[in-house]
């Protein structure tokens, strides 16, 4: 027998137990990891391991096809980031795998006895590498463990100190042993080169001159504007994402230079320079194929009229006055280098809050959301983000400013709504400020949406659901949702209104993958579930083995061969008829006769 090839896997696998592990692994060639039965629901450390490895490679989840496994999903909803999360489904077959004495209470085979032909089947279709991207490998070799005692982080005075502050940086559970360390890492396909530079950090208590975490070219521009002699940070999220071990994706700074000067400067360092902020002042820096970022003079703001935009910007030469301006103490540091260590700028005690996981506004609360009302969709967005608690003033402000999110445009709503529902960590928060949350969506239903298996359509229905379908229409067009999302969030509703009066099969066939998708995100029907997993019973008109050009050759009329169709689909779904050309073309015939 030919050796099947294996499947590299960027992202990781998780499954049941060793013995689905031993099978995958002959397909599989990654990371796979167990939930050993349920005890995963029971160990911290491996639940925060596994969603460091959600969003460093993505998973994977493949259990048993069985109320367990379907139980295994639906606790790990809850406790996983779903945008990094696609199940795989086994078919659901009758059988008891050789080792075995007994069947499985639901008298199925597990991962363990499905043939490997299969398996391979279902891994390739998923296109994991598509929906993930290519994760998980650096191109170089594993950390190893002599590597980690050269940085002393096993074997030496201070080394179990420098892990645990080295799994703060990374995100991981603190009390790892150096060889569990090893394995981590191998899993997140962490460089040695990025635990060198953060244990160097540690031991230095700054930042090593080799640190990677700001661009090149945007520390260049830092550099460029402090030796022309203005003075340059980086500001916002970025100091923030510094601060908390985390990686950053825009690096925006600020001066107390002005446009012009920031663009003399620039050009005269190599970069393309131009005004891109308006009244803002922002000006555009990019080198030849590089990355542009944003450099804004100081500034202060004067009254917001609107609740979103102010009335006049005033440029100072303070760098509090334009940190005071900014909307929550963790957003309100700047960071600039001096002499290759980093100095903070923390005016509003920013690192403090972050230590104390608390959202908290600069200065005045209420003054904050009155001048922009959207900070408030910001501070559940960071909330749920961060896993942390909005702080007691702050959360006050938020309860008498709520009504002033009608200001805000329905594409901005829309924007912080995607991007709170798509990380989840949303319920208790909206249960918190539901008189704010219903500024925005109308009435809805919080409970369980962070265990919704799905994204931003699944979530935004769940919590909609129980509204009449022109309301939730009304809502979702004002959200100026797009008009799939709308489409998918519409057909969501019109199977939930309809599941418990029509059958498995009917809804099979008239919502085809969307009621797959359905499915996994909200549960149902454990029959059709069944249909899903079984390759060899169709789902759409496309599958079916027959056509409109076959039943048109047994002489059905044109007008009845959409009608037709849709009931072969039924019946083969249903099992009432194979998916075969002889076997459905004679039930065709039979149905137009009855009909006549």
């Known amino acids: 027998m030919d050796k099947i090839e294996k499947i590299k896997l960027g992202c990781a696998v998780l499954c049941e137990g060793k013995y689905d592990k031993i099978k995958l692994s002959s397909v599989i ?23 460091k490895l959600c969003e460093a490679r993505g998973l994977v989840i493949i259990t048993d096809s069985d109320k367990a496994g379907f139980f295994i999903r639906s606790k790990l909803k809850g406790m996983l980031p779903t945008d990094r999360v696609k199940h795989l489904y086994i078919p659901q077959i009758k059988g008891r795998e050789k080792r075995k004495k007994h069947d499985s209470k639901d008298g199925l085979l597990g991962v363990e006895g499905i043939d490997v032909t299969t398996l391979r089947d279902i891994i390739e279709k998923a296109n994991l590498d598509e929906a993930f991207g290519k994760n998980g490998t650096t191109g ?23 892990r645990e502050k080295l799994c703060e940086k990374l995100d991981l559970p603190k009390s790892l042993t150096s060889n569990a360390l090893v394995a981590a890492l191998e899993m997140l396909g962490t460089s040695f080169k990025k635990v060198e530079k953060h244990v160097l950090e540690i031991k230095n208590g700054v930042a090593s001159e080799e640190s990677t975490f700001f661009p090149d070219d945007a520390v260049e521009i830092l550099t460029l504007m402090k030796r022309a002699e203005y003075e340059c940070y980086f500001v916002g999220g970025c100091v923030r994402d510094r601060l908390m071990g985390l990686d950053a ?48 003079p100081y500034r202060a703001e004067g009254e917001y009229s609107d609740h979103r935009h102010p009335d006049k910007v005033e440029f100072v030469k303070d760098l509090k006055k334009d940190l005071s301006r900014r909307d929550f103490t963790i957003n309100s540091m ?27 506004c600069v200065n005045d609360p209420e003054t904050r959301f009155e001048e922009d ?20 003033n702050t959360a006050k402000a938020i309860d008498s400013k709520s009504h002033l999110l009608s200001f805000i445009s329905g594409e901005r709503k829309q924007e912080e709504l995607r991007k709170m529902l798509e990380k989840g960590g ?4 909206m249960a918190r400020f539901s008189s704010a949350f219903s500024e925005v969506v109308g009435n809805f239903v919080e409970n369980g949406v962070d265990s919704v298996d799905g994204g931003f359509c699944e979530r935004l229905f769940y919590i909609l659901r129980n509204n009449p379908k022109n309301d939730m229409e009304a809502t979702l067009s004002q959200l100026k949702t797009s008009k799939a999302d709308r489409e998918r969030m519409l057909e969501y509703k019109d199977i939930f209104d309809t599941q ?35 390759p060899a019973i169709p789902k759409e008109l496309k599958e079916l083995a027959v056509g409109g050009d076959d039943l048109k050759k047994q002489g059905i009329l044109g007008r009845d061969i959409g009608k037709t169709l849709f009931e072969l689909l039924k019946a083969a779904i249903s099992g009432e008829v194979p998916n075969k050309k002889e076997e459905l073309l004679a039930y065709a015939l039979k149905i137009t006769e009855d009909k006549k």
Not at 373 to 392: N, P, Q, V, Y
Not at 504 to 530: I, M, N, P, T
């Open 334 to 360: 700047a960071l600039t280098f001096d002499e290759n260590k980093e100095h903070l700028v923390d005016v509003f005690d920013g690192a403090g809050d972050i230590k104390r996981k608390l959202i908290k």
């Open 249 to 296: 994706h825009d690096f925006d700074l600020t001066t107390d230079a002005s446009s012009d000067e920031i663009i003399r400067v620039l050009k005269s360092g190599g970069f393309d320079a131009f005004l891109i902020g308006g009244d803002c002042g922002t000006v555009g820096a990019k080198k030849s194929g590089g990355e542009l970022f944003e450099i804004t």
């Open 373 to 392: 009302a959207l900070r408030i969709l910001r501070a559940f967005r960071f909330s749920a983000r961060f896993g942390f608690e909005i702080e007691e």
């Open 29 to 51: 060639d990654g990371v796979i990891l167990t939930t050993d039965g349920f005890s995963v629901f029971n160990n911290s450390e491996k639940r925060a391991l596994l969603r």
């Open 500 to 534: 418990k009066t029509a059958s498995y099969w009917e809804l099979v066939a008239l919502h085809g993958r969307v009621y797959e998708q359905y499915l996994r995100s909200f549960g149902g029907d454990e029959k059709a579930q069944a249909v899903f997993s079984d």
């Open 426 to 429: 949303i319920e208790g928060i």
């Open 140 to 162: 170089e070799a594993p950390v190893t463990k002599a590597q980690l005692f050269s940085l002393g982080l096993s074997g030496g005075e201070n080394s179990s100190y420098l």
